[in-house]
């Protein structure tokens, strides 16, 4: 727009210049057009020679997590870039990266963005757009740096050493006729060494006895398999209506609590932190996520168990149409009276209740963990369902809004019905 105003001005003082023989408006023509010309040429290699280079330490962090970027410009001009305008288009929530810069000839300038992870995700680092010109800003010129990473934010786990394990889920019964690949106490039978059987696995005195190298087999242990289900139902969850004033502690940092402003985070926490804790404990942790696209993951114990399920809930969104009592009896099936099923959900449904108590019939062992919606929202009550809970002698804790999540299910899950609060 600048440069029409100017190619205006050129115009009229041609025009007065030839009309009145006016010396002077010659003279001004004369200079906006070098001016223009100048203002064309400065604009046309403002932006040539930058390339940007990003790196962040790792492409996994979690809530409440610090991800630290490393953003680097470099100018491969023969002239300064002046008042560089750095404009970024990431994703990622409160990443600070757009600034003013002066980038030297031949030379490069650098700086780190600290950003604490607020929300859980998938989120795209990039790309940069660089705005610049002429000093007098005739000619804007914008280009886009296209590098793009992109990195997951995994809910927070929190540690749960001290949450007593419910008397369901203790191990104990017989031994699982399933063979494993690992070592347990349980000896199902020897067979012949396979290349790749670990060494520690070896029956040397059956091998001493066959004169052939043989290898012990093991079944699963009496551990009983571990579900986690977790109500994704659009139309049970609440937003936080109020925020909560959380004191930061002597270091300065806020309780990961401070992040969770939903019945659908808080939710999605417990189940992760839930994982966390029950694989630590080497037990088999499955997991049931009823979005539009019901979740499933097969109980299992080892090391890639853990990121499986949390790569999961970093992009699970409450935006499923099953409710809690049908996702149950549709996934009924998958649950025997070696499992256990622990339920974590907002719903004040007294359907899913009754459902749950059906599969605690089956002597499947079963528990639940309810956030609490009245507590963040206005929502209905959730008496009925409490009382369902009790009334079944399924073993029940009760979250409320701004609850130290560690220290809430530290309490004793019989205990739980004493703290509603009417």
Not at 177 to 199: K, L, M, Q, W
Request: charged share 20%.
């Amino acid at each position: 727009m600048n440069a029409i105003k100017i190619i205006v001005l050129i115009i009229a003082a041609i025009v007065v210049g030839q009309t009145t023989n006016w010396e002077a408006a010659d003279q001004v023509a004369v200079a906006l057009i070098v001016l223009l010309v100048l203002a064309w040429s400065w604009s046309r290699f403002s932006l040539r020679g930058l390339t940007v280079n990003r790196r962040v330490a790792s492409d996994r962090t979690q809530v409440g997590q610090l991800l630290t970027e490393q953003v680097e410009i470099r100018n491969g001009g023969r002239l300064g870039r002046l008042w560089l305008e750095v404009l970024d288009q990431s994703t990622l929530p409160n990443h600070a990266v757009s600034r003013v810069v002066n980038v030297p000839r031949q030379g490069a300038i650098a700086w780190e963005v600290v950003t604490r992870c607020v929300r859980r995700g998938r989120y795209r680092l990039g790309p940069l757009a660089f705005r610049s010109g002429d000093p007098l800003g005739i000619f804007p010129k914008r280009s886009v740096a296209p590098e793009l990473q992109e990195i997951i934010v995994y809910p927070a786990v929190i540690p749960l050493e001290s949450v007593p394990v419910p008397t369901g889920l203790l191990a104990g019964g017989d031994a699982l006729d399933r063979r494993t690949p690992f070592t347990t106490p349980n000896i199902a039978g020897v067979r012949e060494y396979s290349p790749g059987d670990a060494f520690n696995r070896i029956s040397w005195s059956t091998t001493a006895r066959t004169g052939r190298l043989m290898v012990k087999e093991f079944d699963l242990d009496p551990t009983a398999d571990i579900w986690l289900v977790l109500d994704l139902q659009g139309g049970v969850h609440r937003t936080a209506s109020r925020p909560l004033n959380f004191v930061p502690n002597a270091d300065g940092a806020f309780p990961l609590e401070a992040w969770l402003d939903s019945t659908e985070e808080y939710a999605v926490t417990i189940v992760a932190s839930l994982a966390g804790h029950f694989l630590r404990q080497r037990r088999n942790v499955g997991l049931i996520a009823s979005g539009v696209h019901l979740e499933v993951i097969a109980p299992d114990r080892s090391d890639r168990q853990l990121v499986k399920i949390l790569e999961d809930l970093a992009v699970a969104t409450a935006d499923g149409g099953l409710s809690l009592g049908e996702v149950l009896v549709a996934e009924g099936r998958r649950f025997s009276r070696h499992d256990s099923l622990v339920v974590v959900t907002p719903s004040t449904d007294e359907s899913w209740v009754a459902t749950l108590a059906e599969i605690s019939g089956k002597r499947v062992r079963t528990a639940a963990v309810l956030v609490e919606p009245e507590t963040f929202a206005h929502a209905p009550s959730s008496l009925m369902a409490i009382s369902g809970l009790v009334a079944a002698g399924i073993p029940a804790q009760l979250v409320k809004y701004g609850d130290d999540i560690a220290a809430t299910l530290a309490v004793a899950p019989g205990t739980m019905a004493g703290r509603y609060r009417g």
